[in-house]
């Protein structure tokens, strides 16, 4: 029985290792490669310029929508790539929101003071914020385009 279980438990480990290595080689070939990352740009997003306090209130009388991106970050880029990019959906936005993009590709002070403010956990991290300035709803991760309208449906609903 001893010998027995000895072996499971060394082979166990062998199997982990076999996983770890092979994980952390496909890691460096995607990142030898250049990686599958193909940046996609948003047009009518504004970048954070300013501090934290002096931009969180909103003169325009529109609720925020920021979206805690970076360059290198696959899903990052699927998530404007296949929802925010489409026309139904980057045609709505603007009407109903001030659009502020948070790039923590190489974080600034400025972006990671954002990032700390809103305690973003990972990205990509979505936050509607009334015109106070204050976080009414959040998401994280990449969604399809009718999980998106959906939560931005209710974020507008519970400021009302």
Request: charged residues 25%; aromatic residues 6%.
């Amino acid at each position: 029985m001893f010998g027995q279980q000895g072996k499971t438990e060394g082979s166990s480990r062998s199997r982990l290792w076999l996983m770890v290595g092979m994980v952390v080689l496909l890691g460096v070939v995607v990142w030898r490669s250049g990686g599958p990352v193909e940046v996609v740009a948003l047009d009518g997003w504004s970048h954070v310029l300013g501090d934290v306090e002096s931009e969180a209130t909103n003169e325009a009388d529109k609720p925020t929508l920021m979206l805690f991106t970076a360059d290198w970050c696959p899903p990052c880029q699927v998530l404007k790539k296949d929802v925010l990019k489409d026309p139904a959906i980057a045609a709505r936005l603007p009407r109903e929101f001030r659009l502020v993009v948070v790039d923590l590709t190489e974080p600034t002070r400025q972006a990671n003071a954002w990032a700390d403010r809103f305690e973003v956990s990972a990205i990509p991290e979505m936050v509607i914020l009334d015109t106070e300035g204050e976080a009414v709803s959040r998401i994280v991760g990449s969604m399809g385009r009718e999980a998106f309208v959906d939560w931005i449906d209710k974020g507008l609903a519970a400021m009302k």
